[in-house]
Each structure stands twice: as structure tokens, then as C-alpha cells.
């Protein structure tokens, strides 16, 4: 099994930039969780589908963020236009119906 | 009033001690408890949770829950320098099991 899959692992970009995240969840996994981690926030939910279905999207932190997930098998997590303060490293996480999230290696996203 | 409560640390022991982590939480209707490990520059990796109040032992790690205090702490016996790391402390709430994290505790094991 490769586990949680995303990618770039690692995004430099300028402030004003469109930026596009992506996660392949493990083959068989009905939920996919986006969060998003600082030294000041820590872990924070951004995002949790349910067979593929947005279910709560209230730690999305405003309209610049948005995410999609059109199938089973891949969902994107797109930043449009990026600002410094969303430098962070951005986690999937995908689970099946026990209680375990199994996380991928995540982004590490720097906006100078 | 923050719904998961971890102090950062950093936690220093010596090796062979054992490290005490503390978590608080808010929210009374919590029902599951998880401890994450994650090493630096790595993601979080689950190494216990517990739903039931009292002890729960797996290998050098137990975890401790108490609902009516809204106490959950990890326990590691024996600390090896390998057990340095961030700990999350997290819990299940809502109904779709949503999961909220703590800040972490950085535990440093001193050879």
C-alpha cells in the first residue's frame, strides 16, 4: 500500500499566485481530510469529505480557499490568490469507517 | 477556551523515565481520544486512543482517561531518545467524528 499521496511536497510561491494541492487518498478510503499546520495554530481541519460529498468545510479560512474532490480517488485543495500568512504545511488525510486517519507526508507551502 | 489543551514543552526527561503527557479538553460530549506521534519535519501518526475512562496499555505506552475531570494523558515507560517527538494530543466530536487536534507536546528523552 503507498499510503496518502500528495503533492508538490514542497510550493514556493509569490504572493498573488494561484496554488494548487493535490492528495490521492488509500484505495479504498471513503473519508479525505484537509488540515493545515503552523508553529501558532497547530493541526487545524480545513476540509473533510465523505464519499467524495464536502461535508464540513468550516475551518476553510475564507473564499481565497477552496477544495474539490471529484472521485474517489484524487482531491485538490487550491489557494487562489495565496497570501503569506497561508505559509504552512498542509496535511491529507485519509481514513476508512474505523477511527484511524492515516496522514500523507504533506506540503510545506512558503508565500514570500 | 481552546478545546483541546496541550502545554508545547518542551518535556525533557532522561532515558529509562517515564514521560507524563497532559491534554484538557472542553467540550463534555467528546467521545474518543487519540494520541499522535510526529516526528519532526514528519506527519502525525496515530499510537493509542481510548474511549473508556481508566487506564489503557499498550507496549512502554498507556493511555489514562478521565471524563469527569476531561483528563487525558499518555504515559511512556522506559523513554528512548527514539520517543523524542511532538505529541498530539486529539479528540472525536460531532457527528461525523470530527477530530480536533491540541498544539502538541514536544517531548525531548536526554541520553
Known amino acids: 500500500d503507498a499510503g496518502v499521496i500528495q503533492s508538490p511536497r514542497h510550493e514556493v510561491t509569490e504572493m498573488g499566485q494561484e496554488v494548487t494541492l493535490r492528495c490521492k487518498p488509500i484505495?479504498?478510503?471513503?473519508?479525505l481530510f484537509w488540515y493545515r499546520q503552523t508553529m501558532m495554530r497547530g493541526l487545524e481541519l480545513l476540509i473533510y469529505?465523505?464519499?467524495?460529498?464536502?461535508?464540513?468545510d468550516s475551518g476553510m479560512p475564507e473564499d481565497r480557499f477552496s477544495a474539490k474532490m471529484p472521485n474517489a480517488s484524487f482531491s485538490t485543495l487550491k489557494i487562489q490568490p495565496s497570501e503569506p500568512r497561508d505559509s504552512a504545511v498542509y496535511f491529507c488525510?485519509?481514513?476508512?469507517?474505523?477511527?484511524?486517519?492515516?496522514f500523507g507526508p504533506g506540503t510545506r507551502l512558503l508565500v514570500l | 477556551q481552546k478545546e483541546v489543551e496541550q502545554n508545547s514543552g518542551p518535556l525533557s526527561v532522561p532515558e529509562g523515565a517515564i514521560a507524563s503527557l497532559n491534554c484538557t479538553y472542553s467540550?463534555?460530549?467528546?467521545?474518543?481520544f487519540f494520541w499522535y506521534r510526529q516526528y519532526s519535519g514528519k506527519s502525525p501518526e496515530l499510537i493509542m486512543f481510548?474511549?473508556?475512562?481508566g487506564d489503557k496499555e499498550d507496549g512502554r505506552f498507556t493511555a489514562q482517561l478521565n471524563k469527569a475531570s476531561q483528563y487525558v494523558s499518555l504515559l511512556i515507560r522506559d523513554s528512548q531518545p527514539s520517543d523524542s517527538a511532538t505529541y498530539l494530543c486529539?479528540?472525536?466530536?460531532?457527528?461525523?467524528?470530527?477530530?480536533?487536534f491540541g498544539i502538541g507536546t514536544k517531548l525531548q528523552v536526554i541520553p
Open positions: 488525510a485519509s481514513r476508512t469507517g474505523g477511527e484511524t486517519q492515516y
Open positions: 484505495s479504498g478510503h471513503n473519508s
Open positions: 469529505f465523505n464519499n467524495n460529498v464536502p461535508i464540513d
Open positions: 467540550d463534555r460530549g467528546s467521545q474518543s
Open positions: 481510548i474511549y473508556s475512562n
Open positions: 486529539a479528540l472525536n466530536s460531532g457527528g461525523y467524528q470530527k477530530v480536533t
